[in-house]
């Protein structure tokens, strides 16, 4: 049947379920678009030293979560920030579970070395040693959240392309999968931020404790437009981890997302980055999309034909997965040409400068970069 047009959505209750604040007058940059659209945000814990570096205590879990607050309160906003902290080397069940009890509520893993400000995180083939600490989050009712890429051969040493990381995490995240039935059936488990098709077939296939994310901006990126032949880097802007794959990953990503399988719903993976850091043949791997993220997802939802399953996506799936309760908060979007800035401070944002066809309507206070 053919879609109905219409040029006005009104979603309740969003959620993104990854994003990267940052702090100071970064977060201060970007924290708007995310708290005056969404209801909640999960907020990633990998900080690098200047920041504080990784949340991992409860100590820390406080003070970043005040430091958010503080923001939303001058802002006069309605939006409750979900709390992370990163399994690093040293992570016990004690102090997850310290963690927890200030207020933590999702434990995030990005394996030593597989994106930014993970040096300290445990490395794929050490995983198995901190089941422990995956069985006190489970005990605790905490939800599990894994980067699934592998970066090096544990074997050999030798570093593995970037287009074929996700894939070769999938071994590991299969074994994971095998080890929960026996060790913490009850674990809730996400796989962030999802570009191949392998990994949606071993989400689908996985049992309903078990989720996958996707980001607004993978359905519009392909490998060749983000490194040259030799596999260098080409174009800085549109570098990020999980870099983005060939055509068929891509079309599987949109299917999927677009599916209406609670198995899938979103995660941004916003993660700014300064201009002078997204330069030169090695740049920090990132992309901002909070001030376009959802504009974007109107966009796919409606060239698939399925924009009707939009609010399931970014306003159902994930804190039902979650166990949270909805939220009345709304946004109206309205088919309006609208041409975002390049940069919002130092920061550039995905698809800024280019012409997009849904526009978050004036009135609700969000502000056009």
Request: charged share 20%.
């Amino acid at each position: 049947m053919q879609q109905k047009v219409t040029d006005e959505i009104v979603l309740y209750n969003l959620h993104d379920m990854h994003v990267h604040l940052r702090r100071g007058l970064m977060m201060v940059n970007v924290l708007l678009f995310t708290i005056k659209i969404f209801a909640r945000a999960v907020v990633m814990g990998n900080l690098n030293r200047e920041q504080g570096g990784p949340i991992v205590t409860a100590n820390q879990v406080v003070g970043y979560r005040d430091e958010i607050m503080r923001e939303v309160d001058r802002a006069h906003c309605e939006f409750e920030p979900i709390m992370t902290v990163m399994l690093v080397r040293g992570m016990t069940p004690a102090i997850l579970r310290a963690a927890h009890k200030a207020g933590a509520r999702v434990l995030k893993w990005i394996p030593g070395g597989a994106s930014s400000n993970s040096e300290e995180g445990v490395p794929m083939w050490e995983l198995k040693k901190y089941y422990p600490v995956l069985k006190e989050a489970e005990q605790l009712g905490m939800i599990f959240s894994g980067h699934w890429e592998l970066s090096h051969d544990f074997e050999t040493g030798l570093e593995i392309p970037e287009i074929l990381r996700e894939k070769m995490a999938m071994l590991y995240f299969l074994e994971l999968l095998e080890d929960a039935q026996k060790y913490f059936p009850g674990l809730r488990i996400i796989a962030e931020h999802l570009t191949t098709a392998k990994g949606i077939q071993i989400v689908k296939a996985a049992p309903v404790t078990v989720a996958g994310t996707f980001t607004a901006h993978h359905p519009f990126l392909i490998h060749k437009q983000v490194f040259n032949k030799k596999g260098n880097v080409s174009n800085p802007d549109l570098y990020c981890k999980p870099c983005a794959k060939g055509e068929i990953d891509q079309q599987a990503i949109i299917a999927e997302m677009t599916s209406g399988d609670p198995s899938f719903f979103f995660g941004s993976d916003s993660a700014p980055w300064p201009r002078d850091k997204k330069k030169g043949p090695t740049p920090a791997a990132g992309i901002c999309t909070s001030p376009t993220a959802i504009q974007l997802l109107c966009s796919v939802f409606e060239k698939a034909g399925k924009l009707d399953r939009l609010s399931d996506f970014v306003s159902v799936f994930g804190p039902r997965f979650y166990g949270l309760p909805p939220v009345p908060k709304k946004i109206t979007l309205m088919r309006r040409s609208w041409t975002p800035a390049k940069y919002q401070g130092d920061v550039r944002i995905f698809q800024g400068g280019e012409i997009l066809d849904w526009r978050v309507a004036n009135g609700n206070g969000l502000p056009h970069v």
